[in-house]
């Protein structure tokens, strides 16, 4: 489908297959990751998203939930990218490179940080993440293009970006 300016409205991979089957393949790796992490086991730099749970609600539902939403937030954040570079009239370059890494990467990055000061009030104005966010920012692009080259390599993607 165009937009108004005779460019697609997204890019050709996004599909409301992977995005549903996305978010829910999220929450199943989130729900995963509960039974193999006990309740507030310490994460380290990471916040446990699980910590806050709702107590009338189990924790694996819980888990469910907040993956699945992590998941639709990243893949929300994918397709806001992909709507940019077609305003700007990007489009697949062919098996070379993307020409806007960035918008590659992080719209859906910055997304799953947005949900997260959404969902976990007790971390705003928490001066301690400051620095774990700029690490990902930063390390999201490279290990993004450096697991689409491992896709494209062992011919799970069509391209290498």
């Known amino acids: 489908r165009n937009a108004w300016d005779g460019n697609r409205l997204f890019g050709d991979g996004k599909t409301w297959n992977g995005l549903i089957g996305g978010s829910l393949t999220s929450g199943l790796l989130m729900v995963l990751m509960a039974s ?10 990471f916040v446990d998203p699980l910590l806050d749970h709702d107590p009338s609600m189990s924790r694996g539902l819980w888990a ?53 000061w959404l ?7 928490s001066s301690d993440l400051l620095a774990p966010i700029a690490v990902m920012l930063v390390a999201t692009p490279v290990l993004h293009r450096s697991f689409n080259m491992l896709g494209y390599a062992i011919g799970w993607k069509d391209v290498p970006y």
């Open 36 to 45: 193999t992490v006990q309740e507030g086991q310490a994460c380290g730099i």
């Open 64 to 116: 469910m939930i907040v993956g699945t939403l992590l998941g639709f937030f990243s893949l929300l954040g994918d397709i806001t990218g992909s709507f940019f570079k077609r305003r700007r009239g990007l489009k697949r370059e062919g098996d070379i490179s993307s020409k806007a890494p960035l918008l590659d990467t992080l719209p859906f990055a910055m997304m799953v940080f947005l949900l997260g």
């Open 119 to 125: 969902l976990l009030p007790g971390i705003h104005g």
